[in-house]
């Protein structure tokens, strides 16, 4: 089966280049002109990278046309939410101009391959405690621009799935996390900091936002494998929901470092860690994924987070 990961140096690209590889499946996979290739898949003889810029839909055709693939799982996004706040016009491009990029260029396909685009629980917006878990039914109701360019890109696939008949498969993830993600993320960004103070880089103080909100954190190596799940059992036009099914005070992410590290730190709050608008809890009801494809998250929050903090204590 060929197999192209769009974004195949990202977080999920990467994770999910090494799981199918050790399976011994050969892919492809793109990256911008501009990246280097991640140390982790230098030299890996099973990749096949082509420089592709999601944003120049005729390199995408171009890459279609010399792949072929049977499966397509689109990575190519821009996934933070702090970041939106201060580039919405470079969040909705890549979000919006560059998923139709992908989508129209897979409707000129003379053949109709498996598309898988990763979206966000964010999409669900600011609901209750009530509310949770959210299902896949919940209506969605964006409260930040990254939200609002995944709901747009999930509209627009349901349109091309029911006029064209593509095979799409949307998955909507919940707090991805893992070893090697970017610091801008939060819970990485405690890991790196706990790392500093170890090494007397900085002084025992964590710098923080809202510790009160609760995140349904979920390993990234869980997710990857929903993916390669959902790739093979999902039903096209539906909407996946991928989590732990479980939300998480950011404050307990503290509690395990300090466990963890031994370390007592002094809480800052800093004022541009704080969203213009936040929303109080995020919980994924993980039902329909796990009835279809038999996925659960497996890796417990504990756990990745100490091998994250183990990540950075390596790069610190």
Do not use: H
Request: glycine share 8%; with cysteine; proline share 5%.
């Amino acid at each position: 089966m060929k197999t192209l990961i769009i974004g195949g140096t990202s977080l999920f690209g990467q994770y999910l280049a090494e799981r199918l590889t050790a399976a011994g499946e050969a892919l492809a996979a793109t990256k911008l002109p501009t990246e280097k290739l991640p140390e982790n898949l230098e030299g890996n003889q099973k990749i096949a990278w082509s420089d592709v810029d999601i944003m120049d839909p005729l390199t995408i055709v171009e890459v279609l046309k010399k792949v072929r693939p049977q499966v397509i799982y689109n990575f190519a996004v821009q996934n933070s939410v702090s970041y939106a706040w201060r580039n919405p016009g470079a969040t909705v491009d890549v979000n919006v101009i560059g998923a139709l990029n992908l989508l129209d260029a897979v409707r000129q396909l003379d053949y109709k391959p498996t598309v898988l685009l990763a979206g966000s629980g964010e999409e669900y917006g600011r609901m209750p405690f009530s509310a949770m878990p959210q299902g896949e039914d919940k209506k969605p109701n964006p409260g930040n621009i990254f939200a609002a360019s995944k709901v747009c890109q999930t509209m627009m696939a349901q349109i091309y799935c029911r006029a064209y008949g593509m095979q799409l498969i949307l998955v909507r993830t919940f707090n991805e996390t893992g070893p090697g993600q970017s610091g801008r993320f939060v819970v990485s960004n405690f890991c790196r900091q706990f790392a500093r103070i170890e090494k007397k880089q900085a002084e025992p103080v964590l710098q923080v936002g809202n510790l009160a909100i609760q995140r349904d954190f979920t390993d990234v190596r869980d997710l990857v494998r929903a993916f390669a799940l959902l790739a093979e059992k999902g039903r096209p036009g539906e909407i996946y929901n991928a989590g732990r099914g479980q939300a998480t005070p950011i404050a307990k992410v503290l509690d395990i470092l300090q466990e963890r590290t031994g370390i007592t730190v002094q809480v800052e709050a800093m004022g541009d860690r704080i969203r213009p608008v936040d929303t109080p809890i995020f919980e994924a009801d993980v039902t329909k994924i796990y009835n279809d494809t038999g996925w659960k998250a497996e890796i417990p929050l504990e756990q990745t987070v100490q091998d994250m903090l183990d990540y950075w204590r390596a790069r610190v």
